[in-house]
């Protein structure tokens, strides 16, 4: 069963930093792209970044480019989100997701950004 | 980016009877192999998004039959055929076609008359 973990949630302030993490389990991690996706409070979804399977290609939605990197460790099958500069408005529930389809999600961790 | 519209926003059913939403891109979704990357998600009250379907007409494994996705190129629709009180919740499209970035519609709340 695929399994997806997501923890490092928390509040911080404007202009802190925060690293997310997301422990994988139930297929081959190596195998797959993986992503992070978030929902603020009440909103929809939005794609924020994700990477291919050996960490050689990373992709971000305009918003967090230069302040979030995303990065994987397939010795550990986990994913993370370095996520500096922090802003209000990137506060939400963000999700790690399995594959270039998100064809599974975690249960999310919820980033809040205030003062 | 690609911009993916949804409509109705909002979709009350009554129990038993069919719905369909629609979900419209800015721009064609077919890719040069020949695939359309469209995607359909369930999100129930406070529950993670679910996929339910992918390239516009794959149901999941342990999506029910009466879920069913359709369309091509730009305009694309995913019908109930009968609607379930368990079927509550935020459905989005989102397209995985050009991409960065993957973007998704709105949502459209679907509930209970």
């Known amino acids: 069963e695929v399994q997806l973990v997501e923890s490092g949630g928390g509040l911080v302030q404007p202009g802190g930093s925060l690293r997310l993490s997301c422990a994988a389990s139930?297929?081959?991690?190596?195998?797959?792209?993986m992503s992070w996706v978030r929902q603020a409070p009440g909103k929809g979804l939005e794609w924020v970044a994700n990477?291919?399977?050996?960490?050689?290609?990373?992709y971000y939605v305009d918003s967090v480019k230069g302040r979030f990197t995303i990065s994987r460790d397939n010795a550990k099958n986990s994913l993370y989100l370095q996520m500096n500069s922090l802003r209000a408005e990137d506060t939400a529930v963000y999700y790690c997701?399995?594959?270039?389809?998100?064809?599974?999600w975690g249960q999310g961790t919820l980033v809040t950004v205030s003062s | 980016d690609v911009v993916m519209t949804q409509s109705p926003l909002s979709l009350p059913v009554t129990l038993g009877q069919p719905a369909s939403i629609s979900c419209r891109s800015s721009?064609?979704?077919?890719?040069?192999?020949?695939?359309?990357?469209l995607n359909w998600f369930q999100q129930r009250p406070g529950q993670s998004p679910r996929r339910l379907i992918y390239?516009?007409?794959n149901r999941d494994s342990g999506v029910p039959d009466r879920f069913s996705g359709s369309g091509s190129g730009t305009d694309f629709t995913l019908k109930i055929s009968r609607v379930e009180a368990e079927d509550v919740g935020v459905y989005y499209c989102?397209?995985?076609?050009?991409?960065?970035?993957?973007?998704f519609g709105q949502g459209t709340k679907l509930e209970i008359k």
């Open positions: 997701s399995k594959g270039g389809w998100l064809d599974h």
């Open positions: 139930g297929f081959t991690f190596t195998t797959y792209r």
């Open positions: 990477i291919n399977e050996d960490g050689s290609e990373k």
């Open positions: 721009q064609s979704l077919v890719y040069s192999d020949g695939n359309t990357y």
């Open positions: 390239k516009v007409s």
């Open positions: 989102m397209q995985a076609t050009r991409w960065p970035p993957y973007t």
